[in-house]
């Protein structure tokens, strides 16, 4: 089964892990792969370009300031490597928590739309054995900082109106190495909300018992 794959790149140190963690997946199984950046983070997209290009990888990247496909993009990247997608971030370093809820409405306000179509790319090809189509998982994979409260928010928010569970991402989230005995400010966040919470420490399962212990990842 082929595994649509949703990847949050938090810019820096968050970049870094969740690149490593991404070169070792099975492109045969984990594609297409949609890249989701802040909308300042160039940084964050020349590593995903260098990444994928290291893997031989035709370069279909595709930048929506708005965060959202048109129709003839949205049919594109299925037959494709990867995408790569902006949207605002929900909240900037030094940010005063006062103006934060405003970013984050803004970040999620663009984050709806581009869940929801990256959705639809998703399960384009789902149907039944009789069809003879292929079923297609999909997966959102986050490791902080806070932008990607606004995409997990996103798809809860759209479970909350109704969209069945497997229309939507599975929420993975994957603590830092550096999170020992404490999680991150996300992972406090997006612990009760993700269907999948994996962590490098086994300590951690202690403190929080719905974290999974993986070993080492990057």
């Avoid at 870094?16 to 963690?21: D, F, G, P, S, V």
């Avoid at 949609?34 to 893997?55: M, T």
């Avoid at 929420?171 to 490098?200: H, I, M, N, W």
Wanted: glycine share 8%; proline share 6%.
């Amino acid at each position: 089964m082929q595994c649509t794959t949703t990847i949050f790149l938090g810019s820096g140190g968050h970049t870094a892990e969740m690149l490593q963690l991404v070169s070792g997946l099975d492109t045969t199984k984990y594609s297409p792969r949609h890249y989701v950046v802040g909308w300042d983070d160039e940084a964050s997209v020349e590593k995903v370009h260098h990444l994928e290009a290291s893997r031989q990888q035709k370069d279909t990247s595709a930048f929506h300031p708005g965060g959202a496909l048109s129709k003839q993009q949205a049919e594109e990247p299925l037959l494709n490597g990867y995408t790569i997608h902006r949207i605002p971030r929900s909240r900037h370093v030094h940010q005063s928590m006062i103006t934060t809820p405003f970013t984050l409405v803004k970040s999620l306000w663009v984050a709806m739309p581009l869940i929801k179509q990256l959705s639809c790319l998703a399960h384009r090809e789902v149907g039944g054995a009789e069809s003879g189509h292929i079923q297609r998982k999909s997966i959102l994979l986050m490791n902080g900082p806070g932008t990607c409260f606004a995409l997990a928010l996103a798809v809860i928010g759209s479970r909350m109106l109704g969209v069945p569970d497997e229309l939507t991402p599975d929420l993975v989230f994957v603590e830092s190495f550096a999170r020992v005995k404490t999680l991150s400010l996300a992972g406090k966040l997006l612990y009760p909300l993700c269907d999948s919470f994996l962590v490098q420490w086994p300590s951690l399962v202690e403190t929080y018992p719905r974290a999974k212990y993986i070993g080492v990842l990057v």
